[in-house]
């Protein structure tokens, strides 16, 4: 096979192989391992190969970039961008997109490699026609080049490149092109910035942090939309966290909520910043958040408490990240009253709302109701016991009813409830006293699909994982559940059958 690739490659570089031929050779390539590749490759293959992608022909384009991503993904990093920099520096200003993202892919391969990233950058030119790259008009592209340059930056030097250097004004000046474009830099400064404090303060000295946050407490309410997400991503990290708070951010961003209440369009950007302070509660403190910013969850709240399916979806997911761990439990619990009236109207939207909300209020039931077994104190389980009853008059049945639709999401959803609260007495309790669930539990048979199978046997893990379930539910229950979690999630029943002489 090994020849025959060197076969078709040679007639390549000599301009003889038709279309047909470098169809066959893209076939060829992806047969032969990379090490029996890398022994037969010369320069005048690689040569010949980038030349054919100059010709005005889809097809042949095509074929072309398919061998050389095989072909480069075979060689050392180092060797590409010695021998191949001009190539490269070519592809970046060719007209097909294709071949603009494999010459981007490359060299983001390359600077992953510690003696190759010197090369890249002593290279200002083919950096400066990357940055440009983010303006191109196919995303797929702009991406690629987000990729290799946040790559680039990842080391001392890299950063350095970027930002204390002409390149600078060349990711200035790309930022111009438009207003997508300009989002897309922003976004790579994000990315960079997540990476450590020192490249966030890269980031910071450049001013381009101070930018996205100016748009981010503007007036133009898309652009708000738009930056808040940005900044989430910043706030995932400590250093960012710190950052946005010594800068005042977080204090701007919670007087915005405020000061929602009098701006007609607030329905634009008021999810976006909700959710901000929902992530910043599960990686910060939640009581810590929500004493400071106590704005933050009465505008859950009111969300929650609405009539727009659009605001009641955030704030039903808010509520589940907010209640993800105990602190923010206990946060939630702290409101007494209020929330176990939420919890009512969740349970009803669980019922009664559009598919695709009612999906969210079940994984946010989910996750308020589940609790390890290690933080299962008797004053937890009483709280998580209080909220599943709030849900309805009859919690067990509604999500019974629920799974019992015809409808995957919906059916996965509500077992994916039963499986919350699976490793609690109070819910084992519950699901025993329950005419035929226990029954329904070890049914095969009305699991339609392998996501529904694979729901219900998390479900029956859960149950058979907990220490109380053979007290509570009895030996009896407890050896089917043991049984169906030793014969896996896809078990079938073998049925015997007898021949009958003369039986057709």
């Known amino acids: 096979m090994a020849e025959a690739v060197v076969e078709l490659l040679e007639r390549a570089a000599r301009?003889?192989?038709?279309?047909?031929?470098?169809?066959?050779?893209?076939?060829?390539?992806?047969?032969?391992?990379?090490?029996?590749?890398?022994?037969r490759l010369s320069d005048d293959h690689l040569g010949?190969?980038?030349?054919?992608?100059?010709?005005?022909?889809?097809e042949q384009v095509s074929a072309c970039v398919s061998i050389l991503e095989r072909l480069l993904q075979a060689l050392d990093p180092v060797y590409v961008i010695q021998n191949l920099r001009e190539e490269l520096q070519k592809g970046l200003f060719h007209p097909d997109d294709s071949v603009k993202i494999l010459t981007i892919s490359q060299v983001g391969r390359i600077v992953e490699n510690s003696?190759?990233?010197?090369?890249?950058?002593?290279?200002?030119?083919?950096l400066r026609q990357i940055i440009n790259c983010i303006g191109g008009e196919k995303i797929a592209v702009a991406k690629e080049a987000i990729k290799s340059l946040s790559r680039i930056a990842q080391t001392q030097d890299g950063l350095e490149a970027l930002f204390v250097s002409s390149l600078l004004s060349d990711l200035k000046n790309v930022m111009a092109t438009n207003d997508v474009v300009r989002y897309r830099v922003y976004e790579l400064i994000v990315e960079i910035s997540s990476v450590s404090a020192d490249s966030?303060?890269?980031?910071?000295?450049?001013?381009?942090?101070?930018?996205?946050?100016?748009?981010?407490?503007?007036?133009?309410?898309?652009?708000?939309?738009?930056?808040?997400?940005?900044?989430?991503?910043?706030?995932?990290?400590?250093?960012?966290r710190q950052y946005l708070a010594q800068?005042?951010?977080?204090?701007?961003?919670?007087?915005i909520i405020v000061g929602a209440e009098s701006d007609p369009f607030s329905g634009f950007y008021l999810p976006g910043f909700v959710k901000f302070f929902g992530n910043l509660a599960v990686v910060d403190s939640p009581q810590q958040i929500c004493e400071r910013y106590p704005v933050f969850m009465e505008k859950v709240f009111e969300m929650a408490e609405s009539h727009d399916p659009t605001m009641i979806g955030v704030a039903v997911d808010t509520l589940g990240?907010?209640?993800?761990?105990?602190?923010?439990?206990?946060?939630?619990?702290?409101?007494?009253?209020?929330?176990?009236?939420?919890?009512?109207?969740?349970?009803?939207?669980?019922?009664?709302?559009?598919?695709?909300?009612?999906?969210?209020?079940?994984?946010?039931?989910?996750?308020?109701?589940?609790?390890?077994?290690?933080?299962?104190?008797?004053d937890l389980l009483r709280m998580t016991e209080s909220w599943f009853t709030s849900l309805s008059s009859q919690p067990l049945e509604l999500f019974r009813s629920i799974s019992t639709q015809p409808f995957p999401d919906l059916h996965c959803g509500a077992?994916?409830?039963f499986t919350a609260i699976a490793n609690q007495p109070w819910a084992q309790k519950l699901?025993?006293?329950?005419?035929?669930?226990?029954?329904?539990?070890?049914?095969?048979?009305?699991?339609?699909?392998?996501?529904?199978?694979?729901?219900?046997?998390?479900?029956?893990?859960?149950?058979?994982?907990?220490?109380?379930?053979?007290?509570?539910?009895?030996?009896?229950?407890?050896?089917?559940?043991?049984?169906?979690?030793?014969?896996?999630?896809?078990?079938?029943?073998?049925?015997s059958t007898t021949a009958v002489e003369g039986a057709e």
Do not use: W
């Open 115 to 126: 003696d190759a990233v010197t090369e890249i950058l002593n290279s200002p030119d083919l």
């Open 200 to 240: 966030l303060n890269y980031c910071a000295n450049s001013g381009l942090i101070s930018e996205l946050i100016g748009e981010l407490t503007g007036d133009d309410v898309l652009v708000r939309a738009t930056c808040i997400e940005m900044v989430t991503s910043l706030a995932h990290t400590p250093h960012g």
């Open 48 to 58: 010949a190969l980038f030349a054919l992608l100059s010709v005005n022909d889809r």
């Open 247 to 255: 800068q005042g951010i977080i204090d701007k961003i919670s007087n």
């Open 15 to 39: 301009r003889e192989a038709p279309l047909e031929e470098l169809r066959a050779l893209r076939l060829a390539v992806q047969a032969v391992p990379p090490a029996a590749l890398r022994a």
């Open 321 to 378: 990240i907010l209640g993800s761990n105990v602190e923010g439990k206990q946060v939630l619990q702290k409101t007494r009253g209020r929330f176990q009236n939420l919890l009512n109207r969740i349970g009803q939207q669980a019922k009664n709302a559009p598919t695709e909300l009612r999906l969210r209020c079940l994984d946010a039931i989910s996750s308020l109701l589940y609790l390890p077994p290690e933080q299962q104190t008797e």
């Open 415 to 417: 077992l994916r409830v």
């Open 431 to 495: 699901m025993l006293d329950s005419p035929g669930f226990v029954e329904y539990v070890v049914d095969r048979s009305v699991e339609p699909d392998k996501a529904s199978k694979d729901a219900k046997y998390e479900l029956v893990k859960a149950l058979v994982n907990s220490k109380t379930i053979a007290e509570i539910f009895g030996n009896q229950y407890y050896l089917r559940l043991r049984a169906y979690l030793r014969e896996g999630p896809y078990y079938v029943k073998a049925v």
